[in-house]
């Protein structure tokens, strides 16, 4: 199925339904929530999903698994999505919270195919095992680190949200404290029991997790860098491959990239 709301589908009764959907660049998709588990896989482009919990990047031929029920809004860099919407029993993850996922190139194929798939697919015919197929590849998907955590308390968010709106890989922790009148100790204990982070790795990832939708809309690199207070090229490349353990060209063209080719 393409181009259909899951909407006019949920009840159908499939533990699993999938639907190809083409999005304008740019486009936002407003806070929303689905009875059903989402695995939003996108074939192309840059995807950025927001909850109350954090906030999510994720580069070309990734997916964002998103547990049912969970609000969320999502903007579409130049995206074309696969999903799988899953009965919340048929779950193969955790339906706690949202997580970014890689996609092995079998799950990969298994999505483009299953997107052709009739609505009421036979569950003990080939489709019916092309699904099975699909939940247990999924299950195996290994997690990447492309969370930026949100703190729960209200003036701790805010600061959070401003620096993400301008990120400044040097900005410091005794900043924040300043402007929450409280002590650095104080502050940095805080923000590591709000977020899960302490805060120069919370400042570190987030510089970083930014950059790729920059990235992805073809931004050059060296303006992005400076503009994240990065004093060359070489030192944004060094510390994301520090962070997500890949060159920025690796991580945006998974499987493109030369022998020896790095950004």
């Known amino acids: 199925m393409r181009n259909i709301s899951i909407e006019q589908l949920d009840q159908t009764p499939r533990p699993v339904l999938s639907i190809g959907t083409d999005y304008a660049d ?9 009875r059903r588990a989402q695995l939003l896989y996108g074939a192309t482009g840059v995807m950025q ?7 999510w990047v994720v580069p070309p031929q990734r997916a964002v698994w998103i547990p049912p029920g969970v609000e969320h809004e999502v903007l579409m860099l130049g995206v074309s999505t696969r999903s799988l919407y899953i009965e919340p029993a048929a779950a193969p993850l955790d339906n706690s919270s949202c997580q970014v996922i890689n996609i092995s190139p079998l799950l990969r194929q298994l999505l483009l195919e299953s997107v052709e798939m009739p609505l009421e697919y036979d569950p003990d015919g080939r489709d019916g095992l092309l699904v099975n197929l699909m939940l247990y590849e999924v299950q195996r998907c290994p997690a990447l680190p492309l969370h930026i955590p949100l703190p729960a308390d ?3 968010l805010a600061l959070c949200q401003a620096f993400l709106a301008q990120p400044d890989i040097h900005q410091p922790p005794t900043h924040w404290a300043g402007q929450l009148h ?3 100790r104080t502050f940095n204990r805080w923000f590591r029991q709000q977020t899960g982070m302490s805060f120069v790795q919370w400042r570190q990832q987030a510089c970083v997790i930014q950059a790729l939708a920059r990235l992805a809309a073809a931004e050059p690199v060296t303006r992005i860098a400076l503009e994240l207070g990065y004093d060359s090229p070489g030192a944004f490349s060094t510390m994301f491959r520090r962070v997500l353990g890949q060159s920025p060209t690796s991580y945006l063209n998974p499987g493109q990239l030369a022998p020896g ?3």
């Open 26 to 34: 740019g486009q936002r998709l407003p806070r929303h929530r689905h």
């Open 49 to 55: 999903v927001s909850t109350d919990q954090g906030n």
């Open 154 to 156: 209200g003036r701790l």
């Open 182 to 184: 409280v002590s650095l």
């Open 261 to 263: 080719k790095t950004l």
